[in-house]
């Protein structure tokens, strides 16, 4: 039995014995371990590096944040008052940097400051008007552009102006606009009737830097021809606006792309202007005089001017109907009377 056991006491030594070597390669991968916990341990640092300058960042947002008239506002219970306007002007002045300075590619920002109910109205124009429109253009689309007009001079003085798109710009026409009424004495048609062709035109002149010789004469011959309408109308605004019933053409265009150059009521008035003697009225002529004037209402739907001219000719259609009414009456009240005193004698 001993025999037997000694070479089993034996047998386990000997493997102990060959690990040696074995152990002896084990350094080598403790020292990847150990690299790689030194790597998990510098990433570790560079995390919290990371956290403690964004923390210290947020906490100096949160600082600058606290220091904002916005939250001064909000959290001064005695000074409420003040710090609802306080929020109101920053409302209008990040919608402004947001908008682009003042409106947007064809927008007109609106805020109310007096009410306590504060809204902000961004008010869409026309295409055709963008931020780089010459501002007199853009005050012209939003005061002028589209309003029924009925007075003779303001008519003459559009229906020329009209006339020079053929070789000015709106943007140049309304920036030399002072010249032009200069010129031409205001647009009094009978006034600019008297004007002597030749002297107007003479180079040099004042009136040769506005439009070429032929187009300075046609806006004379026209003020003839005015004085001849008006003679037979009453007013040439009459006239005019006898074409479409003394009511303004709504078109309710959505797109830039649905207005057009010229209509067949510009064409019928162009063909009837040319037979009386007017010059430089041709059919685009006229339709842009007619959509200046507000015979024809082409600002877009979404345009925040459209409303307010369709509103002004209803208001203008409503004051005529009760100026007829009333003249009818003054015509109708007469012959009762002369009736009466008949029928008694």
């Not at 920002?109 to 963008?130: A, E, H, M, P, Y």
């Amino acid at each position: 039995m001993k025999s037997i056991r000694e070479p089993e006491n034996k047998e386990p030594e000997k493997p102990a014995t060959k690990k040696k070597p074995t152990n002896e390669k084990q350094p080598p991968q403790e020292t990847e371990s150990n690299n790689k916990s030194k790597k998990k341990c510098g990433i570790g640092k560079f995390v919290v590096l990371r956290q403690k300058s964004m923390n210290a960042s947020c906490s100096s947002y949160a600082s600058s944040e606290s220091s904002s008239p916005l939250s001064r506002a909000s959290s001064s219970s005695s000074s409420w008052s003040s710090g609802r306007t306080a929020v109101r002007r920053n409302a209008v002045m990040v919608r402004k940097k947001q908008c682009g300075g003042g409106g947007g590619e064809n927008e007109v920002l609106v805020g109310d400051n007096s009410t306590d109910d504060f809204q902000l109205q961004i008010k869409k124009r026309c295409v055709w008007v963008t931020p780089t429109t010459d501002p007199s253009y853009a005050t012209f689309h939003d005061e002028e552009w589209g309003v029924p007009v009925h007075d003779d001079k303001k008519l003459f003085e559009l229906l020329s102006l009209s006339g020079a798109l053929a070789e000015l710009t709106w943007p140049l026409i309304l920036n030399k606009r002072h010249i032009f009424r200069e010129v031409f004495l205001d647009f009094d048609p009978i006034d600019v009737s008297k004007l002597n062709e030749k002297r107007i035109a003479v180079p040099g002149s004042p009136a040769s830097s506005l439009l070429s010789e032929l187009k300075l004469r046609s806006i004379i011959e026209n003020a003839r021809q005015i004085c001849k309408v008006t003679d037979e109308f009453g007013s040439f605004d009459k006239y005019i606006w006898n074409f479409v019933n003394h009511k303004p053409i709504i078109s309710q265009f959505r797109y830039s792309r649905q207005v057009p150059v010229k209509t067949p009521k510009a064409e019928l008035i162009s063909k009837d202007l040319v037979k009386r003697g007017f010059r430089s009225v041709s059919p685009t002529v006229i339709y842009s005089f007619m959509q200046v004037a507000g015979v024809t209402n082409d600002h877009l739907i979404n345009c925040f001017r459209f409303q307010e001219c369709t509103t002004k000719g209803e208001a203008r259609v409503k004051d005529d109907y009760l100026e007829a009414k009333t003249k009818v009456k003054e015509l109708e009240d007469p012959i009762d009377v002369g009736l009466s005193r008949a029928v008694d004698d």
